[in-house]
Nanobody, 124 residues
Framework: QVQLVESGGGLVQAGGSLRLSCAAS????????MGWFRQPPGKEREFVAA????????YYADSVKGRFTISRDNAKNTVTLQMNSLKPEDTAVYYC?????????????????WGQGTQVTVSS
């Protein structure tokens, strides 16, 4: 079992940057593939980015490709999401998620463990 805690959200102007962090408990962090999802106001939760157990394989939603970077540090049990060139449409609650297994998926149902979420608001 793993517990996830996100941090780093906030209010930023369009074009700005934010760095989200996800701290995981437990000693088997490297056994989990990790993902970031977001839920815009009034919309369903959507995939943002994910990476495999080692961080050597990553995948991004088309809407964030080239602007966001996902990475992990297995020694520190952390996953980060660097978000650059933010747009108002990036406004959402961002969630960190973990699934048992070495490979990632892009559907929320594949992830068993979730953080509480962190709000990101991008003003125009």
């Amino acid at each position: 079992q793993v517990q996830l805690v996100e941090s780093g959200g906030g209010l930023v102007q369009a074009g700005g940057s934010l760095r989200l962090s996800c701290a995981a408990s437990g000693r088997t962090f490297s056994k989990y593939a990790m993902g970031w999802f977001r839920q815009p106001p009034g919309k369903e939760r959507e995939f943002v980015a994910a990476l495999n157990w080692s961080g050597g394989s990553t995948y991004y939603a088309d809407s964030v490709k080239g602007r966001f970077t996902i990475s992990r540090d297995n020694a520190k049990n952390t996953v980060t999401l660097q978000m650059n060139s933010l747009k108002p449409e990036d406004t959402a609650v961002y969630y960190c998620a973990a699934r048992v297994g070495s490979y990632y998926y892009t559907t929320p149902n594949e992830y068993r463990y979730w953080g509480q979420g962190t709000q990101v608001t991008v003003s125009s």
